[in-house]
């Protein structure tokens, strides 16, 4: 025989010496009163003690996220208060409780009825009936729900199989329930699903144990009205939505379980999910719903098929039965564009060519989107010519937009019905920008087939246009003489006006030479090429001519090639006092061309570094003239300038060569009066052929102590080391 730990539970219960049975030994253990005597206990409330205890308790297990100890810890409380007969302070502990308990997801069923019951009272007792009636509900239906897709992917367009399972936990002594509708509500581009209760559904097949049912239900397109927003995703109260309606029996006897069976055809791509599934009873005196959100939803590992022998189990090879993707339809439309070049250049006209060709075997209606995203400031504007019709991009619902910092033109252009095999051909323009960009066109084909119109298909190509220069100019400007003779210093109109006189300061030629460099990859036609004044010059008249023996109209240039174009350049001053500078801002057009037969002429305009002419500084300007009659003799001619208004001095010399003799003052010097200018020739005979001499000839500015450059005109050319001519 055992003691228990009950008859020592209190102080009045310790056994005495004369109460201990005599199977008990006490010689080496005292009586447990004398051995440890209990201290005095001072008289408390029990049940306030136990309020405080579980209350402290709740909220140390709340601080280290232990819910569900706090909810057995409230389920504690809440008892209290009944015991207590304290209904009011029950009823406002279970209800938040019953409303958010854990246990329900974690399938603890029996301790679920246990809160249910225990609510049940407080609210039969405080007159609570809202409460009352959804808990009594909980209590008699015990209905729960599973959700499965019949794969984890599908097409747009294809028939997905779906299966809900409702199942009654309910007591075999209860009486069957029989709901008015289940509605499934879905995140993503799915619509939701209503089953209607219908009494003379039959099921398909039946269990062998005669507990589960397969009803397989066709859904058909509805309108219906959401009542709560919460139940179906993107949806307002109360407002019409389109749904997909199926009947099913659904009266649910204790122990039963019904299968509902259905097809789904998903009309655009993404994912989709089962967020919710609601049950709802309609009765004259109340309407009662039930919704099973996404996290009570339980989990369906198996899909129910009917078999030889009845039903039976498939197991679904995805972890999350509710969730499926939708892959877009494979598209037969196909989308071509033949005239796409493989660079395009700035300025230039661009017209695509997109051929539209129906592969499917049944017509389709046809609608073009089209997108120029780029990353520069602007964006070209887009038009269009549909078999024939110009289509401007302001009449085609354009969208100008934004998309994560990069401007964006968007573009609807309908096409029309295609039948089968048939190619509809569109022409895009758009004109280039005068700076070098860089843009992706997107052309996407949305269509359905006249066969099936709810379903939106969609071809996408996505293109690259790179829009670079087609040219590199690079431009050197070379001094020339001008043969009018300068107007006198000493013969000078003071009284005469700029108006009267016009310009009558110093002249001066220049030669401008622009070497066009092609980059483009395949040939182009140069029409023209132009200089043009972009700002007229406050103190100076000028004239622009094509120098003799320039290359003049149309001109092929092949990628990488140079070609060079001169320009002959006369400014001239207004007066002869001015012997300021003479800034020119000047471009170069050129006017040019692809060299297949239907390229539009295209005009490219390249600026041209500031020129600036010097005017009051004086100069050396060396020509050069071959006499082939006496021998190989050459004429070497140097222009020595004084634009000043001072008299210079000049002292001039030219070395001895074995390149060459010469004729000539070996040293000389030169006085020049204000606006002069003097030739000195020199007659050189070449010892050498078929290279280059490079006569040394100086001038020293006296006045200013300072060494002339010598400017190599006509014959000649000149680098760091002198001019040089060319001997055969």
Same mark, same amino acid.
């Given at each position: 025989?055992?003691?228990?730990?009950?008859?020592?539970?209190?102080?009045?219960?310790?056994?005495?010496?004369?109460?201990?049975?005599?199977?008990?030994?006490?010689?080496?253990?005292?009586?447990?009163?004398?051995?440890?005597?209990?201290?005095?206990?001072?008289?408390?409330?029990?049940?306030?003690?136990?309020?405080?205890?579980?209350?402290?308790?709740?909220?140390?297990?709340?601080?280290?996220?232990?819910?569900?100890?706090?909810?057995?810890?409230?389920?504690?409380?809440?008892?209290?208060?009944?015991?207590?007969?304290?209904?009011?302070?029950?009823?406002?502990?279970?209800?938040?409780?019953?409303?958010?308990?854990?246990?329900?997801?974690?399938?603890?069923?029996?301790?679920?009825?246990?809160?249910?019951?225990?609510?049940?009272?407080?609210?039969?007792?405080?007159?609570?009936?809202?409460?009352?009636?959804?808990?009594?509900?909980?209590?008699?239906?015990?209905?729960?729900?599973?959700?499965?897709?019949?794969?984890?992917?599908?097409?747009?367009?294809?028939?997905?199989?779906?299966?809900?399972?409702?199942?009654?936990?309910?007591?075999?002594?209860?009486?069957?329930?029989?709901?008015?509708?289940?509605?499934?509500?879905?995140?993503?581009?799915?619509?939701?699903?209503?089953?209607?209760?219908?009494?003379?559904?039959?099921?398909?097949?039946?269990?062998?144990?005669?507990?589960?049912?397969?009803?397989?239900?066709?859904?058909?397109?509805?309108?219906?009205?959401?009542?709560?927003?919460?139940?179906?995703?993107?949806?307002?109260?109360?407002?019409?939505?389109?749904?997909?309606?199926?009947?099913?029996?659904?009266?649910?006897?204790?122990?039963?379980?019904?299968?509902?069976?259905?097809?789904?055809?998903?009309?655009?791509?993404?994912?989709?999910?089962?967020?919710?599934?609601?049950?709802?009873?309609?009765?004259?005196?109340?309407?009662?719903?039930?919704?099973?959100?996404?996290?009570?939803?339980?989990?369906?590992?198996?899909?129910?098929?009917?078999?030889?022998?009845? $039903?039976?189990? *498939? =197991? !679904?090879?995805?972890?999350? &039965?509710?969730?499926?993707? +939708?892959?877009? %339809?494979?598209?037969?439309?196909?989308?071509?564009?033949?005239?796409?070049?493989?660079?395009?250049?700035?300025?230039?006209?661009?017209?695509?060519?997109?051929?539209?060709?129906?592969?499917?075997?049944?017509?389709?209606?046809?609608?073009?989107?089209?997108?120029?995203?780029?990353?520069?400031?602007?964006?070209?504007?887009?038009?269009?010519?549909?078999?024939?019709?110009?289509?401007?991009?302001?009449?085609?619902?354009?969208?100008?937009?934004?998309?994560?910092?990069?401007?964006?033109?968007?573009?609807?252009?309908?096409?029309?019905?295609?039948?089968?095999?048939?190619?509809?051909?569109?022409?895009?323009?758009?004109?280039?920008?005068?700076?070098?960009?860089?843009?992706? $066109?997107?052309? *996407? =084909? !949305?269509?359905?087939?006249? &066969?099936?119109?709810?379903? +939106?298909?969609? %071809?996408?190509?996505?293109?690259?246009?790179?829009?670079?220069?087609?040219?590199?100019?690079?431009?050197?400007?070379?001094?020339?003489?001008?043969?009018?003779?300068?107007?006198?210093?000493?013969?000078?109109?003071?009284?005469?006006?700029?108006?009267?006189?016009?310009?009558?300061?110093?002249?001066?030629?220049?030669?401008?030479?622009?070497?066009?460099?092609?980059?483009?990859?395949?040939?182009?036609?140069?029409?023209?090429?132009?200089?043009?004044?972009?700002?007229?010059?406050?103190?100076?008249?000028?004239?622009?001519?094509?120098?003799?023996?320039?290359?003049?109209?149309?001109?092929?240039?092949?990628?990488?090639?140079?070609?060079?174009?001169?320009?002959?350049?006369?400014?001239?001053?207004?007066? !002869?006092?001015?012997?300021?500078?003479?800034?020119?801002?000047?471009?170069?057009?050129?006017?040019?061309?692809?060299?297949?037969?239907?390229?539009?002429?295209?005009?490219?305009?390249?600026?041209?570094?500031?020129?600036?002419?010097?005017?009051?500084?004086?100069?050396?300007?060396?020509?050069?003239?071959?006499?082939?009659?006496?021998?190989?003799?050459?004429?070497?001619?140097?222009?020595?300038?004084?634009?000043?208004?001072?008299?210079?001095?000049?002292?001039?010399?030219?070395?001895?060569?074995?390149?060459?003799?010469?004729?000539?003052?070996?040293?000389?010097?030169?006085?020049?009066?204000?606006?002069?200018?003097?030739?000195?020739?020199?007659?050189?005979?070449?010892?050498?052929?078929?290279?280059?001499?490079?006569?040394?000839?100086?001038?020293?500015?006296?006045?200013?102590?300072?060494?002339?450059?010598?400017?190599?005109?006509?014959?000649?050319?000149?680098?760091?080391?002198?001019?040089?001519?060319?001997?055969?």
């Amino acid at each position: 025989m055992t003691a228990r730990f009950e008859d020592f539970s209190t102080r009045d219960s310790l056994p005495s010496a004369s109460t201990i049975p005599s199977i008990y030994d006490t010689y080496l253990c005292m009586e447990l009163s004398s051995r440890s005597p209990l201290p005095e206990i001072e008289s408390e409330d029990s049940y306030e003690t136990r309020l405080r205890t579980l209350q402290s308790s709740a909220g140390y297990f709340l601080k280290q996220d232990r819910i569900r100890a706090v909810e057995r810890l409230q389920f504690e409380t809440a008892r209290v208060f009944m015991q207590e007969k304290q209904w009011g302070n029950a009823l406002r502990v279970m209800r938040p409780l019953w409303q958010t308990l854990s246990w329900r997801q974690a399938g603890w069923w029996y301790l679920v009825e246990e809160v249910d019951w225990a609510l049940r009272e407080c609210a039969r007792m405080v007159g609570d009936v809202d409460t009352l009636i959804a808990v009594e509900w909980e209590l008699l239906s015990k209905l729960s729900a599973t959700f499965a897709f019949g794969s984890s992917k599908t097409f747009v367009g294809e028939k997905m199989s779906s299966q809900l399972v409702i199942s009654s936990r309910a007591h075999k002594s209860s009486m069957p329930i029989t709901l008015t509708s289940i509605q499934i509500a879905y995140q993503g581009k799915l619509k939701s699903v209503k089953v209607q209760h219908d009494p003379e559904a039959t099921a398909e097949a039946t269990s062998q144990d005669r507990l589960v049912l397969l009803y397989n239900s066709s859904l058909r397109q509805t309108t219906t009205t959401i009542a709560d927003e919460t139940a179906f995703s993107k949806s307002e109260n109360n407002l019409p939505t389109q749904s997909l309606l199926g009947l099913c029996n659904l009266t649910f006897a204790p122990g039963i379980t019904k299968v509902v069976s259905f097809d789904i055809v998903p009309r655009e791509s993404g994912d989709i999910e089962a967020i919710s599934v609601t049950l709802c009873v309609e009765e004259p005196d109340f309407d009662f719903e039930i919704i099973i959100a996404h996290s009570d939803l339980l989990r369906q590992e198996d899909l129910w098929f009917q078999s030889k022998v009845g $039903l039976s189990r *498939k =197991a !679904l090879g995805n972890e999350n &039965s509710g969730v499926v993707r +939708i892959l877009p %339809k494979a598209s037969k439309m196909r989308i071509e564009l033949p005239s796409l070049k493989s660079s395009y250049f700035t300025d230039e006209l661009v017209v695509l060519d997109v051929h539209v060709i129906n592969e499917e075997k049944t017509e389709a209606d046809v609608s073009l989107e089209v997108r120029l995203l780029g990353n520069s400031e602007t964006i070209p504007d887009i038009s269009f010519t549909l078999e024939g019709t110009l289509s401007e991009g302001t009449t085609q619902n354009v969208f100008n937009q934004c998309v994560r910092n990069h401007p964006e033109k968007h573009y609807s252009v309908p096409t029309g019905q295609l039948a089968p095999a048939e190619i509809r051909k569109i022409k895009i323009s758009l004109q280039a920008e005068s700076e070098e960009a860089g843009y992706i $066109l997107e052309i *996407k =084909a !949305l269509y359905h087939l006249l &066969s099936d119109l709810d379903t +939106i298909i969609t %071809k996408t190509v996505e293109v690259e246009l790179a829009f670079a220069r087609p040219f590199e100019v690079n431009y050197s400007l070379v001094p020339r003489i001008h043969h009018t003779p300068w107007p006198s210093y000493f013969n000078m109109d003071d009284n005469a006006s700029k108006e009267d006189m016009g310009a009558s300061g110093l002249c001066q030629n220049w030669s401008l030479t622009a070497k066009i460099a092609s980059f483009g990859t395949e040939a182009i036609i140069i029409e023209n090429v132009r200089l043009r004044m972009l700002s007229e010059p406050d103190d100076a008249t000028y004239r622009i001519l094509p120098s003799v023996g320039s290359v003049l109209g149309e001109a092929v240039i092949m990628p990488a090639e140079l070609q060079r174009r001169i320009f002959d350049l006369e400014v001239q001053k207004y007066t !002869l006092e001015d012997g300021h500078p003479t800034a020119l801002n000047l471009q170069i057009e050129i006017q040019w061309r692809r060299e297949s037969p239907l390229s539009s002429s295209t005009t490219s305009c390249i600026a041209v570094p500031e020129l600036v002419i010097p005017f009051g500084e004086p100069r050396v300007l060396a020509v050069a003239k071959n006499e082939q009659q006496k021998n190989g003799l050459i004429h070497l001619d140097y222009t020595i300038e004084n634009p000043s208004m001072y008299v210079l001095s000049f002292d001039l010399s030219m070395e001895t060569s074995e390149q060459f003799a010469f004729s000539g003052a070996k040293t000389t010097s030169l006085q020049l009066v204000p606006l002069a200018r003097h030739t000195v020739r020199y007659s050189l005979l070449p010892l050498v052929t078929g290279g280059w001499i490079n006569p040394q000839f100086r001038a020293i500015d006296l006045h200013f102590n300072k060494r002339l450059k010598i400017h190599a005109t006509e014959g000649l050319r000149s680098d760091a080391k002198g001019t040089f001519i060319w001997i055969d």
